[in-house]
T-cell receptor, first 114, second 113 residues
Framework: EAGVAQSPRYKIIEKRQSVAFWCNPI?????LYWYQQILGQGPKLLIQ????????DSQLPKDRFSAERLKGVDSTLKIQPAKLEDSAVYLC????????????FGNGTRLTVT | KQEVTQIPAALSVPEGENLVLNCSFT??????LQWFRQDPGKGLTSLLL???SQREQTSGRLNASLDKSSGRSTLYIAASQPGDSATYLC????????????WGAGTKLIIKP
């Protein structure tokens, strides 16, 4: 079974620039998550999709962050404009059953904002 | 509000020892609890998932237990190896959420050869 694919692996941008991350979940997984992880902390949920609908985006800074999951498969997360405090690892995860199945994570995108 | 705590933040033990990692949570109303492993520069790998009705789960040298009444879970690693060095995170899925996970900050484990 292929895992969760994410790209790019690394990205360095200047503040006020924009950036986009891409995620392809495991085939058949209806639930997709985007997390932000600061070094030394647990992941923080940004947005959760069930198929192509948003389940929870309460912690997504909507003035600068946006995410979509067209056709209920791939997803993109965008930041525009980026701030220094957005430097983090952005993790995508998917699961078959949001209540009972484990999460499967991609390797993440490490973003550095200078 | 559910909170998850992992103590200690870091642990170093000699190779071959058995060890226990701890996870505590404040609200026993959970669907399940998961243990994950994270290697430097990598995403998280799911190790074990314990449903609320279960007391423990085993996979190879790993054994995870769950005591909902006391709000505690442990991850037991038998015969530790240098390859077990990683950060271990636990997460609970509360019943009052959209199946979201509440995460601990993790325990960084170093196994010394």
């Amino acid at each position: 079974e292929a895992g969760v694919a994410q790209s790019p692996r690394y990205k360095i941008i200047e503040k006020r620039q924009s950036v986009a991350f891409w995620c392809n979940p495991i085939s058949g997984h209806a639930t997709l998550y985007w997390y932000q992880q600061i070094l030394g902390q647990g992941p923080k949920l940004l947005i959760q999709f069930q198929n192509n609908g948003v389940v929870d985006d309460s912690q997504l800074p909507k003035d600068r962050f946006s995410a979509e999951r067209l056709k209920g498969v791939d997803s993109t997360l965008k930041i525009q404009p980026a701030k220094l405090e957005d430097s983090a690892v952005y993790l995508c995860a998917s699961s078959y059953d949001p209540a009972n199945s484990p999460l499967h994570f991609g390797n993440g995108t490490r973003l550095t904002v200078t | 509000k559910q909170e998850v705590t992992q103590i200690p933040a870091a642990l170093s033990v000699p190779e071959g020892e058995n060890l226990v990692l701890n996870c505590s949570f404040t609200d026993s109303a959970i669907y399940n609890l998961q243990w994950f492993r994270q290697d430097p520069g990598k995403g998280l790998t799911s190790l074990l998932l314990i449903q609320s009705s279960q007391r423990e789960q085993t996979s190879g040298r790993l054994n995870a237990s769950l005591d909902k009444s006391s709000g505690r879970s442990t991850l037991y690693i038998a015969a530790s190896q240098p390859g077990d060095s990683a950060t271990y995170l636990c997460a609970v899925r509360p019943m009052d959420s959209n199946y979201q996970l509440i995460w601990g900050a993790g325990t960084k484990l170093i196994i010394k050869p």
